[in-house]
C-alpha cells in the first residue's frame, strides 16, 4: 500500500504529524507538503516559476508552492509509482460547505481525485485543535477500509471530525455539503507604513444546516463523511440557458 500525504497548513504543522503517525504500519508512507502554511489557496497551481523539492530532517518533504502543487509534483514527476491513496490534513479547522471551494486541504485530495488516485480531505473541526489524534484515529480507520474494500468507483471524501476525545465521538455519518452565509465584511486597517489594507473577513454562519448536513452531523458530534464530485455543470439549467441563448 502507497500512501501520498499532503496539507495546506504546512510541512510542520501538528495535524500532518498526528496524520503520519496514525497512519504509520499501513504502507508505505511518502509526505510532500507546501513548505508554508497554504490556508485558502484551493486549487490554484504555480505556473509563474518554478518549484522546488526539498527534505526535511523528519523525512517529510515540502514544496515552495500550493497544495495542488505538491500533489501534482509528487504523481507526475516525483513518485516512480502512482500511490494507491492521497490523505490530506489533519486540517486545523473545518471545511464544511461552502469552505470546501477555498479549502487548500481539500484541493490537494481533489488533485489526486483528478489524476485517477483515490482521496480523502481529513479536517479537525475546530481551530483549538485538542485532538488531533481523535482525528488520526478516524483517518486510520478510513483508510483501513479503503484497503480491506476498495471502493468500486473514483472517490474524493471530505472528513471533518469534532475536536472531542475519541471515545466521545458519536459516529461517522455520510452527509452532504450544508451552506454558509454570505461571509463577513472585510476589515479595514490602517498598516504602520499608513497605508490602507483589508483583512478578509470570517466565514458566515451556517444557513443551511439541517439534518443530512455536515454541520448538523459535527453538532451532534459525528464524524461527516461527505462524497465529492468535479463537475460544475448545472445540469438543471441546460435546457432554460439553450431557450434563453436561441
Excluded at 481539500?106 to 481551530?127: D, F, H, R
Excluded at 480507520?141 to 468500486?152: D, K
Excluded at 472531542?164 to 479595514?188: C, D, M, W, Y
Amino acid at each position: 500500500m502507497r500512501i501520498l500525504l499532503s496539507n495546506d497548513d504546512g510541512y510542520l504543522a501538528p495535524g500532518l504529524l498526528n496524520l503520519a503517525d496514525a497512519l504509520s504500519g499501513l504502507g508505505e508512507i511518502v509526505v510532500v507538503a507546501p513548505e508554508r502554511n497554504r490556508s485558502g489557496a484551493s486549487n490554484s497551481l504555480t505556473l509563474d516559476r518554478p518549484l522546488s523539492l526539498r527534505q526535511a530532517e523528519n523525512g517529510f518533504y515540502y514544496v515552495n508552492g500550493t497544495p495542488t502543487d505538491c500533489v501534482h509534483l509528487a504523481v507526475t514527476g516525483m513518485l516512480e509509482h502512482l500511490p494507491d491513496i492521497v490523505v490530506s490534513g489533519i486540517n486545523n479547522g473545518p471545511n464544511m460547505g461552502d469552505d470546501t471551494l477555498y479549502s487548500g486541504t481539500v484541493a490537494a485530495a481533489t488533485e489526486a481525485y483528478l489524476l485517477g488516485i483515490p482521496a480523502l480531505a481529513i479536517s479537525l473541526a475546530s481551530y483549538e485543535g485538542r485532538n488531533f489524534p481523535a482525528a488520526g484515529k478516524i483517518a486510520r480507520q478510513l483508510v483501513e477500509r479503503f484497503i480491506t474494500s476498495p471502493p468500486s468507483e473514483p472517490t474524493l471524501l471530505n472528513v471533518n471530525v469534532p475536536d472531542q476525545p475519541f471515545a466521545e465521538l458519536s459516529g461517522i455519518k455520510v452527509t452532504r455539503l450544508g451552506k454558509r452565509h454570505k461571509a463577513e465584511p472585510v476589515i479595514k486597517m490602517i498598516s504602520p507604513r499608513r497605508e490602507v489594507v483589508y483583512w478578509v473577513g470570517a466565514a458566515g454562519p451556517a444557513q443551511d444546516a439541517g439534518e443530512g448536513t455536515d454541520f448538523h452531523a459535527l453538532a451532534n458530534g459525528f464524524v461527516s463523511v461527505t462524497p465529492l464530485q468535479i463537475d460544475l455543470t448545472h445540469q438543471q439549467q441546460l435546457a432554460s440557458i439553450r431557450s434563453w441563448l436561441a
